[in-house]
C-alpha cells in the first residue's frame, strides 16, 4: 500500500484558516531588519503565511496579526508596501485565489 503524500499546512494570518503551504504567501523578517514578500518561501527569517485574498492582507495589517507572527513592529512605509502587494496580487491572480479555496 502506498501511503498519501503529506502536504504542509500553514495558517493564515488574515483569516485563520488552515490551507496547504503553497496556496499562501510568505511574508518574511529577514535577519537583518526589514519585512519582504518571499514568492519562493525560502528565504531565511522568521515567516508568516497570507491567503492570495485582499481582505487577509487587509485584516492582518489592521489587527496587527503579522506584527505578532513575525514578532516585529512594522513601519508606516512597510504597512503601505505590504498592502499594495495584497491589493495587486489579488488582481492578478483571481482564478488562483478561489481554486486555493477549494
Do not use: F, N
Amino acid at each position: 500500500m502506498k501511503r498519501a503524500r503529506h502536504i504542509p499546512q500553514r495558517t493564515c494570518v488574515g483569516c485563520r484558516r488552515i490551507r496547504p503551504k503553497r496556496a499562501l504567501v510568505r511574508i518574511v523578517c529577514l535577519p537583518a531588519g526589514g519585512v519582504e514578500v518571499d514568492p519562493t518561501g525560502k528565504k531565511s527569517g522568521r515567516g508568516a503565511y497570507l491567503c492570495p485574498h485582499q481582505t487577509c492582507w487587509e485584516a492582518a495589517l489592521e489587527k496587527r496579526g503579522l506584527d505578532r507572527a513575525l514578532k516585529v513592529a512594522l513601519s508606516p512605509e512597510e504597512r503601505a508596501h505590504l498592502l499594495e502587494h495584497g491589493r495587486a496580487l489579488a488582481k492578478e491572480q483571481p482564478r488562483r485565489a478561489e481554486q486555493a479555496l477549494e
